[in-house]
């Protein structure tokens, strides 16, 4: 792809080719909080008060579903549902280079809902009890209602993986890794679940922006750096974990600059490797916000870092090739994302009860 239209240079390229996602792209930033709206949910003093805030805002209709009775589990159900609502409406006539980009998004929710209906079958939790909690709105979305109903059969996390097999999903190959990765440290069922199926939407992404489908600078930009982020994560992860090196490079992203050195890395001891990916964005954000060097320390905050990583990425690609690009696109729902995912994380702490000053502590290295 060529940038070098008139003097306009990569924005006069996007402004020509896709001039009609800039407003959609402004539209969706917008709904994002600002910073003293955030900060206010962060640091208010009750549930109510965090609620109250929230209702002044673009998650009022997820807010207006729940209430102080609702199971923490809803809250994330809620405000993902409304993500979705915004990534659908952002595709709805979106040039096609970011349609394809956005819907290749989608596949996130899909695995979050494969995440639940995982962690429900290894906490024992009966199938009713699993359904409701799952996002049918992607789903139905994406037409893959009938993915949900089969995988909603399985007796147990074994039966899941052939479920996931029988029907040829992409998350099939890494959640065998994960059921490997679960007998040798059962400790680290949840964890692993929660955190390692990420490298199938990754895989998707990646590939939609390197064929020819899609040859996209500026996604390609954003899909390395989200490529990188995960793959950083996953570094300290299994670090702490101490996972087997022959299990998790099971879940590394073979690309960019810490997929292909992973494997050396993984031996390095915590302070090298910080070093070593001092440019890495997830590395830059999580010195910003520690100083400590110990993994346990360290891999708490990397939700935290994860989201205000993201945040620069979006600024920064939206200021490299402009708001009428694919990637700012892709770089803005994803910050809309992660932004609901903080701010239901924080709403669930308070219904849980924990500590206003603990609730400060964590959440308040966001800001």
């Not at 099939?172 to 939407?201: M, N």
Request: charged letters at 25%.
């Amino acid at each position: 792809m060529s940038f070098g239209l008139g003097g306009g240079g990569r924005h006069g390229f996007y402004l020509l080719a896709m001039g009609s996602m800039a407003p959609k792209t402004h539209g969706m930033r917008a709904k994002l909080l600002p910073r003293e709206k955030l900060r206010a949910v962060v640091y208010a003093e009750t549930l109510d008060d965090a609620l109250a805030t929230l209702r002044d805002s673009s998650y009022k209709a997820a807010i207006e579903r729940l209430s102080k009775e609702s199971p923490p589990e809803e809250v994330t159900k809620e405000f993902k549902s409304l993500v979705v609502q915004d990534l659908v409406s952002l595709m709805a006539g979106s040039p096609t280079p970011a349609r394809i980009l956005l819907a290749g998004y989608l596949l996130k929710f899909e695995i979050e809902n494969i995440k639940m209906i995982a962690r429900g079958l290894y906490e024992g939790k009966e199938r009713k009890d699993i359904e409701r909690i799952l996002n049918m709105y992607v789903a139905e979305i994406m037409g893959r209602r009938y993915v949900l109903t089969y995988i909603l059969g399985a007796r147990d996390l074994e039966d899941l993986g052939n479920k996931l097999r029988e029907l040829f999903h992409p998350a099939a190959p890494i959640f065998e890794s994960i059921l490997r990765l679960v007998k040798a440290k059962p400790q680290l069922a949840l964890c692993a679940i929660d955190t390692l199926l990420d490298k199938v939407y990754l895989m998707r992404l990646y590939n939609l922006v390197t064929t020819r489908l899609i040859r996209d600078n500026s996604g390609y930009d954003v899909v390395k750096q989200l490529i990188d982020m995960y793959n950083a994560s996953l570094l300290l992860r299994a670090k702490m974990w101490n996972i087997p090196h022959d299990l998790v490079m099971d879940f590394v992203v073979p690309y960019g600059a810490v997929g292909k050195a992973f494997h050396r890395l993984y031996g390095e001891p915590i302070v090298r490797v910080v070093e070593e990916l001092a440019e890495n964005p997830l590395i830059r954000v999580i010195t910003s916000i520690t100083r400590a060097t110990e993994l346990d320390q360290i891999v708490p905050k990397l939700s935290i870092a994860m989201y205000k990583a993201v945040r620069v990425m979006a600024e920064s690609i939206a200021s490299r090739y402009g708001a009428a690009s694919p990637g700012a696109a892709l770089a803005v729902a994803c910050l809309r994302d992660m932004e609901a995912e903080l701010v239901s994380a924080v709403i669930r702490s308070f219904m849980e009860g924990v500590s206003k000053n603990v609730i400060r502590s964590h959440f308040g290295l966001a800001l």
